[in-house]
């Protein structure tokens, strides 16, 4: 049952609130405060108060009105981190607009289906990606593109598009509307183990849930200052670290994206306190000088403590999350010892059930398959757009959603990730569906069957590889089969989906009903 239509005299955590709430709460609180302080890597910084930031919003907001955009409506955000990119999504929400943020590295066919999946309106971009919102996304009434590419001088040549600039209208006809806590918000497409990505759809409890219970998760405070370079459209820097800072009333920092040797300059330049980051960044920043005047009280990772991580001397929590919980599920305690490589504990907020195949309870150094329970909605995504079948098969009998993770239950109540889904990838922390893949090769001439499989990576954890069978076998292949492939993955694929290596082979092994049996497979590989 909806929320919106739950039972009456239930009052839930954020009754008569949505995100402008927020926004405009911590403007009257801490107008002067630094909110936003936009790093690029080549001009200076520059800081956004609450207050002015506030206001800004509040110009782009009665802009797009002025521009058609209406409630209910979708608009896409197709940015890298920039403060634009905030901006968009902070406009179209007041509206009551629904920002649906993509990820850059997305193919012409992916950004396709994105536009004409959740029928946007409108998008906002850079003059990077004009050309391919324009030739792709026929829908769009306008695109407005920025004056830059995240903070670098755009190449030479008109970008196809109206500029962001002249979106602005006047803060003081920015839109009145009443807050519903359960109306959509926003939406994150993210890749499932069907061909095609799901729509995450989060209405703004969820946003709200999200940077509540976040920040109160990695014991943010008004003096911290946050610094974010991983994606603005992944729940991580969204709902961990943006969101979060809103909550509390403190600074986030946002450069372009991660740059291991421009991390140090700007977390001292700026006193940062807290990050968000991911084993390939540590690694690359092992490579550079540990400078011992950092202000870094805390980072949130994929594991608790991991050791080759030491180096650092700063505490890192463990946490474990999706797109469809908003936060952490599991996570790591600030205050006490974490068993070291574990993702931390259940979550307060949520049940976690381990279980085995057949449902009965995984025991203590058992690995079993991870379910959540929330509300939808609240602390759970509300459902996937245009999806129904999707979201109702993504729950059990008992209500709890079926993550498609393995975890092993440790003492103590600590968990360690186990692994994935046999048919997902973890790319360089994105989350990358096998079949995708498959399915873009399976109808390349020339390919009889085609299996793709993760390869581990000494830095992007895990990289795409896959098997083909051709044909007519091998030794009668097509010579060029194997750039034919690339090339219809490049076209059809984001870079990072796109396979490795190639394997030409015979035959696959196989398990019961004659499916692939990619576990052997992993093993040839070494």
Request: aromatic residues 8%; negative net charge; glycine residues 8%.
């Amino acid at each position: 049952m909806p929320l919106s239509q739950a039972t009456p005299g239930i009052v839930g955590p954020f009754a008569g609130l949505d995100v402008p709430w927020l926004l405009r709460m911590r403007a009257e609180s801490r107008r002067d405060h630094p909110f936003l302080i936009w790093a690029p890597f080549e001009a200076p910084a520059r800081s956004w108060s609450y207050g002015e930031f506030h206001e800004r919003v509040g110009a782009l907001s009665a802009g797009l009105v002025k521009r058609g955009v209406k409630p209910g409506e979708y608009v896409l955000i197709h940015l890298d981190n920039c403060i634009e990119a905030m901006l968009a999504w902070f406009a179209c929400v007041e509206l009551g607009a629904i920002a649906v943020t993509t990820n850059t590295r997305s193919a012409a066919a992916e950004m396709e289906y994105f536009a004409g999946h959740c029928g946007a309106v409108a998008a906002i971009t850079q003059p990077a990606y004009a050309e391919l919102i324009s030739a792709n996304c026929r829908g769009l009434r306008w695109i407005a593109v920025t004056s830059h590419d995240a903070g670098n001088t755009p190449a030479q040549g008109a970008a196809r598009g109206d500029s962001f600039a002249q979106l602005f209208a006047d803060s003081a006809d920015r839109p009145r509307r009443a807050a519903d806590p359960f109306a959509p918000c926003s939406v994150q497409y993210t890749s499932g183990t069907t061909s095609r990505p799901k729509a995450v759809l989060w209405t703004h409890a969820n946003a709200l849930w999200g940077a509540k219970i976040n920040a109160a998760h990695q014991d943010l405070h008004a003096g911290d200052v946050h610094q974010t370079y991983l994606p603005l459209f992944h729940t991580n820097a969204l709902a961990y670290s943006m969101l979060a800072t809103l909550w509390v009333g403190a600074s986030c920092v946002i450069q372009p994206r991660f740059s291991a040797s421009r991390f140090w300059g700007a977390a001292l330049d700026h006193h940062c306190t807290w990050t968000s980051t991911i084993p390939f960044c540590m690694k690359a920043l092992l490579e550079h000088e540990i400078p011992k005047n950092h202000k870094f009280r805390l980072w949130g990772t994929a594991v608790s403590e991991p050791p080759p991580f030491a180096a650092f001397g700063i505490k890192m929590i463990g946490w474990w999350g999706m797109t469809e919980t908003i936060t952490h599920g599991i996570v790591g305690e600030v205050d006490q010892p974490n068993t070291p490589m574990s993702i931390g504990r259940a979550a307060p907020e949520y049940q976690i059930r381990i279980v085995e195949d057949d449902g009965t309870p995984t025991g203590v150094g058992g690995t079993g398959d991870l379910l959540i329970k929330g509300i939808p909605g609240l602390s759970l995504f509300s459902e996937y757009l245009h999806n129904e079948k999707a979201t109702r098969e993504s729950f059990d009998e008992h209500g709890y959603f079926i993550t498609g993770d393995r975890v092993t239950l440790l003492e103590n109540g600590f968990i360690r990730f186990g692994d994935r889904t046999k048919d997902m990838l973890k790319v360089g922390g994105e989350n990358v569906a096998a079949s995708e893949i498959e399915q873009v090769i399976a109808v390349v001439p020339g390919v009889r069957e085609a299996a793709v499989v993760a390869k581990r990576h000494p830095m992007l954890d895990e990289v795409p590889v896959v098997f083909i069978i051709p044909q007519a076998g091998v030794k009668d292949a097509p010579a060029d089969l194997h750039d034919t492939v690339m090339a219809a993955c490049r076209t059809s694929l984001a870079n990072f989906k796109v396979p490795r290596e190639i394997h030409f082979v015979d035959d696959m092994p196989r398990s019961t009903l004659e499916k692939v049996a990619k576990a052997e497979l992993r093993k040839m590989l070494g």
